[in-house]
């Protein structure tokens, strides 16, 4: 691949469109206040499927370089981002996962925890947002191709399977609103 061509793809407007929402979901995650939990959900039941149409929308790159981008979350953030997630979530933190290839041999249930797939987006599109920030371009576009790759194999579909529970309990939240303005009608 030319230079001129990397420089244009990791320019796109699609990837630029993608670097945004990424690194809105980073600070969000990385903020120190804490949300109520009903706002909390609200974010992410919008930023979320913001961010799997931007990583859909990325254009097809191959790596350059033969060694991997650096990273840069370091287990400590990733713990610290799931710990979070976790206290914000609480008891609704674990969930029923059925698109796991483990649910299709086993006789039991599969919990996932909205926490850790959470952290696991997280850590790669920081990853990749920090590797955007130094605005070398090979390294841009080798970060560039292995986001959209695990997009594609991994943090997709995590994505997706969290966003079910969230939407859950925002509608759980939803629907009890609704209850509670019927009980408050009189009825005579």
């Known amino acids: 691949m030319e230079r001129s061509d990397t420089k244009e793809i990791v320019y796109d407007k699609s990837v630029i469109d993608f ?14 206040d804490q949300l109520p939990r ?10 979320l499927p913001l961010l799997y149409v931007k990583a859909s929308l990325l254009p097809e ?3 350059i370089e033969d060694v991997p981008p650096a990273t840069f979350v370091r287990e ?5 981002v799931a710990s979070r997630v976790s206290e914000m979530m609480g008891e609704e933190d674990v969930y029923l996962d059925v698109f796991v290839d483990d649910m299709k041999y086993s006789d039991r249930p599969v919990s996932g925890f909205i926490s850790e ?17 130094f605005e070398l371009i ?11 790759e695990n997009f594609y194999l991994f943090w997709g579909q995590k994505l997706v399977n969290v966003m079910r529970p969230l939407h859950a309990l925002k ?16 009825r005579d």
């Open 76 to 80: 400590e953030d990733y713990s610290r």
């Open 171 to 186: 509608s759980r939240g939803v629907n009890m609103d609704f209850t509670d303005m019927d009980e408050g009608i009189n």
């Open 138 to 148: 090979d390294q841009m576009n080798d970060a560039l191709a292995v986001c959209s």
């Open 19 to 32: 670097v945004a929402v990424a690194v809105e979901l980073s600070v969000f995650l990385e903020k120190e």
């Open 61 to 63: 790159t191959e790596a």
């Open 38 to 47: 009903t706002e909390w959900i609200d974010k992410m039941l919008k930023i």
């Open 117 to 133: 797939n959470i952290a696991d987006i997280y850590q790669d599109i920081r990853n990749f947002v920090s590797i955007y920030q």
